[in-house]
């Protein structure tokens, strides 16, 4: 396994082959049968564009052997920032063919994150839009050094335009599968986001897995709304999945209403996933948009907390059913299942999709605690690595010395099976779906001269689920500085909107706990009286 990884012992790796998890493949293998089986069949749609399998096989190819030629070898890393668009799903497989490594990063990253993940993957190459929801990626990438080549979807400027990559094929020798194909990124709880490596067995059972547990087939539209080179949207089962059954997958641009519901009735979409946020806006405008959505069967919810009440209207109104996803970048996938009692697929997280997901609920001690009652959830198995890339010392803590991985999520165990989150004793923000590391914001407005000290906290919102508040003590210089000023601050460092504090509270001091650490449970409560909002998720 490639360096700075920790592979799973031999004992397991033994076991989840025999079982028939892990399959001596590389991603994409798939791909290649069913181009050769049905080549006219269509694989990928953007509004404007679509594209068969059998061209997105070739594409794949020769994308491959034109990397090769602009000096891309297997084993580099490719940082990629691409929107929902059909150049993201031909360059994976590419990469997936060649033993290159995607990165993914998300469309809303800036310059903080996006030279962090360059620099901690050692980035040969990155891959950008020119320019994306008015944003021009490519001032991004001329603040970033590092990668050797900077390739783009569309106009290039100074670039690679990414359409020039191009050569004959040439044979390539397949990547072992036992390795990491790509790198998802963490939601981050101590600093800056971690890269998972997933490797293409681990990540080929993840996909199918989950394609199965969603029932889909080759009749299935998969609408991919959330950002592919997340790991919902991408293989859970999200284009990858839907691919691997020879589906049909489909592209929004946007995750608007306005964009997407055009496009499930005009391609007749059958399955796609959200975050909660987006579910409770699609209830609310199911009835008035005036689209078609009948063709949808099922609609997936994940990311953050899905609210009882909501998941138990959304069928009905939208007349599909309803998935509710519990899942991690990390691993793990807990989702209920197509005949899963109603009142189960309102009220629970659904169950671990592998039989072999081993799962502990314990205290902080770390005890078990009784059956039933709340406590931290941990977890290994098949498709959850045993540990993060390069990160030997933040491992030590993250994984126990058994090998499960600490997910910071709070959660009770039904005799079902079946989980219910409860909370967290991670240090993040849940921005309804979107993570954010309460330290890596902590750290850059800290960075602020009028600052002394701060902490960002959760605040309970109606449509969210959480927002972000920050504390912040003045220092002896000057007042401290207003939300506008702070946030304005905070972009010139370079960090992603959906990080940007919603509010700023200055206070004189912090209260602290018995062992000299300030107390956020005494701060996300007076955030809770100051807003006038109830303890609680999205509903
Ligand atoms: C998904 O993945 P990540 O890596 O962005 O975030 C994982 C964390 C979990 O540890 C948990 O804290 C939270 O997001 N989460 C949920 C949840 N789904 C994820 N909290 C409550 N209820 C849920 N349904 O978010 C992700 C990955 C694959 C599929 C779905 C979501």
Redesign the pocket.
């Known amino acids: 396994m490639l360096a700075g990884c920790v592979p799973w012992p031999p004992e397991f790796a033994r076991r989840y082959t025999e079982r028939g998890y892990w399959r001596p493949e590389p991603l994409g293998t798939r791909l290649r049968t069913l181009a050769r089986a049905d080549a006219d069949r269509v694989a990928l749609v953007e509004p404007a564009r679509r594209m068969t399998y059998g061209e997105l096989d070739r594409r794949a190819d020769r994308l491959a052997a034109g990397l090769r030629r602009a000096g891309l070898s297997p084993g580099d890393r490719v940082v990629i920032q691409l929107p929902n668009v059909i150049d993201f799903v031909t360059l994976c497989h590419a990469l997936f063919r060649l033993g290159a490594l995607p990165v993914f990063a998300l469309p809303a990253h800036r310059e903080s994150e996006l030279a962090h993940l360059c620099a901690m993957s050692d980035a040969t190459a990155l891959v950008i839009p020119d320019n994306y929801l008015g944003f021009d990626h490519r001032e991004l990438a001329r603040r970033v050094t590092g990668p050797e080549h900077v390739f783009v979807v569309g106009e290039p400027a100074e670039f690679v335009a990414l359409d020039t990559v191009d050569a004959e094929p040439e044979p390539l020798p397949a990547p072992d599968p036992a390795d990491v194909a790509l790198f998802l990124l963490?939601?981050g709880t101590t600093g800056l986001p971690k890269l998972i490596p997933r490797t293409h067995q681990d990540y080929g059972y993840n996909l199918r897995i989950s394609a199965e547990n969603a029932g889909l087939t080759a009749a299935d539209s998969y609408l991919a709304v959330l950002p592919i080179g997340?790991?919902?949207a991408l293989a859970?089962p999200g284009v990858l999945g839907t691919l691997h059954v020879g589906g049909r997958v489909v592209l929004a641009p946007t995750p608007s209403v306005e964009d997407v519901f055009p496009l499930i009735e005009r391609e007749r979409v059958t399955v796609t996933g959200l975050v909660p946020p987006l579910a409770l806006l699609w209830l609310e405008m199911a009835g008035i948009a005036g689209a078609d959505l009948s063709s949808l069967r099922l609609v997936q919810v994940?990311?953050?907390?899905?609210g009882a009440d909501a998941a138990r209207r959304f069928g009905p109104a939208l007349g599909c059913k309803v998935q509710?996803?519990?899942?991690?970048?990390?691993g793990l996938?807990c989702q209920t299942a197509l005949d899963d009692p109603p009142e189960t697929v309102a009220t629970t997280?659904g169950r671990p999709l592998s039989p072999d997901d081993e799962i502990r609920v314990v205290d902080a001690s770390g005890a078990a605690v009784p059956d039933g009652e709340v406590g931290e959830l941990l977890t290994r198995g098949p498709y959850t690595p045993r540990g993060y890339y390069r990160a030997e010392e933040h491992n030590a803590s993250a994984f126990t010395s058994d090998g499960f991985f600490r997910?910071?999520?709070l959660v009770r165990l039904l005799p079902s099976g079946h989980l219910v989150?409860e909370g967290?004793v991670k240090d993040q923000i849940?921005r309804g779906?979107d993570?954010v590391a309460a330290d890596e914001v902590e750290d850059h407005l800290l960075a602020h001269p009028a600052v002394r000290e701060c902490a960002v906290v959760a605040m309970p919102d109606p449509l969210i689920g959480e927002r972000t508040c920050a504390f912040v003590v003045p220092g002896p210089r000057g007042a401290a500085p207003g939300l506008a000023e702070m946030v304005a601050f905070l972009r010139d460092r370079g960090l992603a909107a959906y990080k940007l504090p919603d509010r700023l509270e200055v206070v004189e001091s912090f209260p602290h706990t018995a062992v000299g650490k300030v107390d956020k449970r005494r701060l996300r409560e007076r955030i809770r009286e100051l807003t006038g909002a109830q303890p609680g998720s999205t509903s």
């Open positions: 963490s939601g997340h790991n919902y859970c994940g990311g953050a907390k899905f509710q996803s519990f899942g991690m970048a990390e996938l997280q997910t910071g999520d989150v967290r849940n779906g993570k």
